[in-house]
């Protein structure tokens, strides 16, 4: 072959350390000193910025000499590799980020938190095996172009799916300014500024006197409407919204979820059902104040179209509620058989029904436990618990 030809260097593969002290005493000339040990990363970064500008007699040397080397130990080894052959073989070096499998990486990257957001948002809780999908969606990557030539790759598998959404959900911030929750805040207020924790509590005793409920579970407690409506809105933003949908109170007590719900959520009816009649009748008043609330031109339709409907029942003994896309349930005061009687009422409940309760968690359901956090309630701290009905695939 014409040419120059190419001088074979000597492959060492332990180059030695210079010595920092020459042999009459006097300093060492400038020159390299001994590096620490280089991390995967860190050396692959370093020999893939070489090969850039390696001259062809080196890059020949160095890819006879790349299997030998100890950086066969690292995941940068394949890729590396690949653009000593591309530049040999006058071939375009396109470098390509190795997929994602791990829960640190998907939730150290923003471009994997962006894609579960946008995938969440297509896939609708309710629609059929609909984590399937999102984990089909998730490992589908697409392939390079001039406008993304590198775009991110993912391969998970589904607990790690269903555990980086649980990190993202822990780590979202309340949002107290967004615009929902200055509605919440707008509307709520005038709603149930002469209400009290401590009012709606005699109430609830003086009715349960008169009617001599003396179990437990009829006491009375509630969760304030801005605690519940920043939790709403960091479910719903995180786990997806019903396209349509029905909001349920199951223990509504004086009826604030209700309207808090209807704005923060996509319900088109929002329903509280209470055995004591004094507390339905207090949420049930208050729509006429709600309609003549919401008639301003910068309410959004979805909140002036919701309807309410107040039940006064045991949700114990109605399954009227079963229809609904998404539960709230007060069982704090619940013994252990009343709650086992009621989870085989829950579970009459459709795929993609979302739940949520209060302190006491649900063992033994078709609904999954998609993540768990501290919350504040009329008694003082608890925990809360949010649940998808799932189908056998997803569980």
Same mark, same amino acid.
């Given at each position: 072959?014409?040419?120059?030809?190419?001088?074979?260097?000597?492959? $060492?593969?332990?180059?030695? =350390?210079?010595?920092?002290?020459?042999?009459?005493?006097?300093?060492?000339?400038?020159?390299?000193?001994?590096?620490?040990?280089?991390?995967?990363?860190?050396?692959?970064?370093?020999?893939?910025?070489?090969?850039?500008?390696?001259?062809?007699?080196?890059?020949?040397?160095?890819?006879?000499?790349?299997?030998?080397?100890?950086?066969?130990?690292?995941?940068?080894?394949? *890729? +590396?590799?690949?653009?000593?052959?591309?530049?040999?073989?006058?071939?375009?070096?396109?470098?390509?980020?190795?997929?994602?499998?791990?829960?640190?990486?998907?939730?150290?990257?923003?471009?994997?938190?962006?894609?579960?957001?946008?995938?969440?948002?297509?896939?609708?809780?309710?629609?059929?095996?609909?984590?399937?999908?999102?984990?089909?969606?998730?490992? +589908?990557?697409?392939?390079?172009?001039?406008?993304?030539?590198?775009?991110?790759?993912?391969?998970?598998?589904?607990?790690?799916?269903?555990?980086?959404?649980?990190?993202?959900?822990?780590?979202?911030?309340?949002?107290? #300014?967004?615009?929902?929750?200055?509605? $919440?805040?707008?509307?709520?207020?005038?709603?149930?500024?002469?209400?009290? #924790?401590?009012?709606?509590?005699?109430?609830?005793?003086? @009715?349960?006197?008169?009617?001599?409920?003396? @179990?437990?579970?009829?006491?009375?407690? @509630?969760?304030?409407? @801005?605690? &519940?409506?920043?939790?709403?809105?960091?479910?719903?933003?995180?786990?997806?919204?019903?396209?349509?949908?029905?909001?349920?109170?199951?223990?509504?007590?004086?009826?604030?979820?209700?309207?808090?719900?209807?704005?923060?959520?996509?319900?088109?009816?929002?329903?509280?059902?209470?055995?004591?009649?004094?507390? $339905?009748?207090?949420?049930?008043?208050?729509?006429?104040?709600?309609?003549?609330?919401?008639?301003?031109? &910068?309410?959004?339709?979805?909140?002036?179209?919701? $309807?309410?409907?107040?039940?006064?029942?045991? &949700?114990?003994?109605?399954?009227?509620? +079963?229809?609904?896309?998404?539960?709230?349930?007060?069982?704090?005061?619940?013994?252990?058989?009343?709650?086992?009687?009621?989870?085989?009422?829950?579970?009459?409940?459709?795929?993609? +029904?979302?739940? =949520?309760? *209060?302190?006491?968690?649900?063992?033994?359901?078709?609904?999954? *436990?998609?993540?768990?956090?501290?919350?504040? =309630?009329?008694?003082?701290?608890?925990?809360?618990? =949010?649940?998808?009905?799932?189908?056998?695939?997803?569980?």
């Amino acid at each position: 072959m014409g040419g120059a030809a190419i001088k074979k260097a000597p492959i $060492v593969e332990q180059p030695a =350390v210079p010595s920092q002290v020459k042999s009459d005493g006097s300093d060492p000339a400038p020159g390299p000193t001994p590096a620490s040990p280089a991390s995967p990363s860190d050396y692959s970064q370093s020999m893939q910025s070489s090969i850039h500008s390696m001259p062809m007699n080196e890059l020949a040397t160095s890819l006879r000499a790349f299997d030998k080397s100890a950086s066969k130990r690292f995941n940068e080894r394949t *890729l +590396t590799h690949r653009l000593l052959n591309n530049r040999l073989a006058g071939e375009p070096e396109t470098i390509r980020r190795p997929p994602l499998h791990t829960l640190d990486e998907l939730i150290e990257s923003d471009e994997a938190r962006a894609k579960i957001s946008f995938i969440f948002e297509k896939q609708s809780p309710g629609e059929s095996s609909r984590w399937e999908k999102i984990l089909s969606a998730m490992n +589908t990557n697409l392939e390079p172009s001039e406008e993304d030539p590198d775009p991110i790759q993912i391969n998970i598998k589904m607990p790690i799916l269903k555990k980086a959404i649980q990190k993202i959900f822990i780590n979202k911030p309340s949002d107290h #300014s967004s615009s929902d929750m200055t509605l $919440v805040k707008g509307i709520l207020y005038p709603l149930y500024k002469k209400h009290s #924790s401590d009012r709606a509590q005699r109430i609830s005793t003086n @009715e349960r006197d008169e009617k001599k409920l003396i @179990e437990p579970h009829y006491v009375y407690g @509630e969760m304030p409407y @801005e605690q &519940f409506s920043l939790i709403l809105q960091r479910i719903l933003s995180t786990y997806g919204l019903h396209r349509t949908g029905l909001f349920c109170d199951l223990g509504c007590g004086v009826g604030q979820l209700c309207y808090s719900a209807c704005v923060i959520g996509t319900f088109q009816k929002c329903i509280g059902i209470d055995i004591l009649g004094s507390l $339905v009748m207090r949420g049930e008043k208050r729509v006429s104040l709600w309609g003549n609330m919401i008639g301003e031109e &910068f309410i959004p339709s979805k909140i002036k179209d919701c $309807v309410f409907e107040w039940i006064k029942d045991d &949700f114990m003994e109605t399954t009227t509620w +079963t229809s609904a896309t998404f539960l709230f349930l007060h069982w704090t005061a619940f013994s252990l058989s009343r709650r086992k009687t009621l989870i085989t009422l829950l579970d009459r409940c459709a795929e993609g +029904t979302f739940l =949520v309760t *209060l302190t006491h968690p649900i063992k033994k359901s078709k609904f999954e *436990l998609l993540v768990s956090d501290t919350c504040t =309630v009329s008694w003082g701290k608890t925990t809360f618990f =949010v649940y998808e009905k799932m189908n056998i695939q997803s569980s």
